[in-house]
């Protein structure tokens, strides 16, 4: 425990992220000073909006800089404390640096409490992407019991809890993913009514309409682009459609054109809006406090992929932007 591994942005892509845009480097782990933790980095969440965050350009979050250590969403643990407000074994989670051992003052962490979910969940169905999936559903779709919910990248993270919780509510729900592997797991685990392969689809428009016959009333939309246009022709009237993300553009080095068939936001009624899950803390405790009687009782089926070692995290996030996860994407840099 004397050397800290370390995950930097060596130069900003150029349209897709390779490997050549992060360096692994290593130092000398330095003791915390009177305030400080040291902390052991455990869980790491990969996430779609580390890929905006790595251009330079003004956001609703700073971008990274080239040369300095990537951060994320992380689990760990308290090795030293020389803070007041927290204890040598104290599980924590922060946005912390990709690397192995990061130090904190505290500002920003908080405790993860005991419970009998794994640890690793408090980064997807009791984190960010389960709040996202619940935010995005009731406060911006305002979902009732009986509408047509339809989720693109419907098994990744996010996705495969909308779904859930989308039937729970009583409505119907429909997805598209990558592979039938997974669009076999949407409807066998993930609860979905129907589900199709969008890169083995001809027609998406065709396609969506065969999995929603009746129409989308809730447009939970992920990908952007082709699909989020195929929604959008999709729509009934009143229908919402909630901007979660745009995955499908994230790695262009161009803005894309906007959708065609706009003029069904006014014929047909249609209210669009976008959101950033942590403008939500009120509805996202709500969710965490359901989420975790629903887990407990089994209401709730959760998938992660795993990649082990901080040295992977690169890979594991190219992999999640390319499609390679199911469910929540995690890297595990040590055991507990
Ligand atoms: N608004 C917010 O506060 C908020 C918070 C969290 C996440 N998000 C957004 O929610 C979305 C899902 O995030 P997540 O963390 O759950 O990631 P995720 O769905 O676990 O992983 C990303 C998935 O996107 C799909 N994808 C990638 N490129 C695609 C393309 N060109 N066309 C169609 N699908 C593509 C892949 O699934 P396939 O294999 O099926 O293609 C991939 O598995 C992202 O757009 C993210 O930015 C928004």
Redesign the pocket.
């Known amino acids: 425990m004397t050397r800290n591994k370390q995950i930097r942005l060596a130069s900003r892509p150029s349209g897709w992220v390779t490997t050549d845009n992060f360096t692994v480097t290593e130092e000398s782990l330095t003791d915390p000073e009177d305030g400080e933790l040291l902390i052991k980095n455990i869980f790491m969440s990969?996430?779609?909006?580390m890929r905006?965050r790595m251009n330079d350009v003004k956001s609703y979050i700073p971008p990274f800089q080239v040369g300095e250590v990537l951060q994320a969403g992380m689990i760990g643990e308290v090795a030293v404390s020389r803070n007041k407000d927290y204890a040598e074994g104290d599980i924590v989670f922060g946005m912390l640096g990709w690397e192995t051992f990061s130090v904190s003052d505290g500002m920003g962490l908080s405790k993860i409490p005991k419970t009998s979910a794994p640890l690793s969940y408090h980064l997807g169905i009791l984190g960010?992407?389960g709040m996202?999936a619940y935010?995005?559903l009731h406060k911006i779709g305002r979902a009732k019991p009986g509408e047509t919910v339809f989720v693109?990248?419907?098994?990744?993270?996010?996705?495969?809890i909308v779904g859930q919780l989308a039937k729970l509510h009583g409505c119907r729900v429909a997805g598209?993913?990558?592979?039938d592997a997974?669009v076999a797991m949407l409807r066998d685990k993930f609860g979905y009514d129907a589900a199709f392969n969008?890169?083995n689809s001809t027609c998406l428009l065709t396609s969506l309409r065969e999995i929603c016959p009746d129409g989308i009333d809730i447009d939970f939309e992920?990908?952007?682009?082709e699909?989020f246009e195929a929604a959008l022709w999709s729509m009934r009237p009143n229908g919402r459609v909630v901007?979660?993300?745009?995955?499908?553009n994230?790695n262009d080095d161009e803005l894309q054109p906007g959708p065609r068939g706009m003029m069904s936001i006014i014929g047909k009624n249609l209210t669009i809006q976008?959101?950033?899950?942590?403008?939500y803390p009120e509805a996202s405790m709500e969710y965490v406090k359901k989420a975790s009687s629903w887990l407990e009782d089994g209401t709730l089926e959760y998938h992660e992929t795993i990649a082990e070692g901080i040295e992977n995290a690169p890979l594991a996030f190219i992999g999640?932007?390319?499609?390679?996860?199911?469910?929540?994407?995690i890297v595990r840099i040590a055991d507990i």
């Open positions: 990969v996430d779609p909006y905006g960010m992407p996202t935010v995005g693109s990248a419907a098994s990744g993270g996010v996705g495969s598209c993913a990558s592979t997974k969008y890169r992920n990908v952007g682009g699909i901007m979660c993300g745009m995955i499908s994230y976008g959101f950033i899950v942590t403008n999640m932007l390319k499609g390679n996860n199911i469910g929540k994407q």
